[in-house]
Nanobody, 121 residues
Framework: QVQLVESGGGLVQAGGSLRLSCAASVSIWRFNAMGWYRQAPGKQRELVARITRGTNTYYTDSVKGRFTISRDNPKEMVDLQMNSLKPEDTAVYYC???????????????WGRGTQVTVSS
């Protein structure tokens, strides 16, 4: 069973920065892609950023130019650097692994438990 453990959340003032990290219990190379999602109170979970095995990246429009996703395959980690944070970035951030954990590329996904990010105005 895959374990994804997020860290790095906290309270920061608007304009500040945070770096989230996701540590995986298995090789992240197994997965089609790794991503960060977030869920604010009363809202649906949304995809924030995604990085494929081939290091292609995707960002939702609201974070483009401010957030950067990266992966460290040897360390089995995926980071999300968040700069110029805004109050509307406040949410629980979840790490996601897209694809079956056996590395076959079949459908599947794994989730971390989330880390809270709060941006004060």
């Amino acid at each position: 069973q895959v374990q994804l453990v997020e860290s790095g959340g906290g309270l920061v003032q608007a304009g500040g920065s945070l770096r989230l990290s996701c540590a995986a219990s298995v090789s992240i190379w197994r997965f089609n892609a790794m991503g960060w999602y977030r869920q604010a109170p009363g809202k649906q979970r949304e995809l924030v950023a995604r990085i494929t095995r081939g290091t292609n990246t995707y960002y939702t429009d609201s974070v483009k130019g401010r957030f950067t996703i990266s992966r460290d395959n040897p360390k089995e980690m995926v980071d999300l650097q968040m700069n110029s944070l805004k109050p509307e970035d406040t949410a629980v951030y979840y790490c996601n692994a897209d694809g079956a954990a056996d590395g076959t590329g079949r459908p599947g996904e794994s989730w971390g438990r989330g880390t809270q990010v709060t941006v004060s105005s």
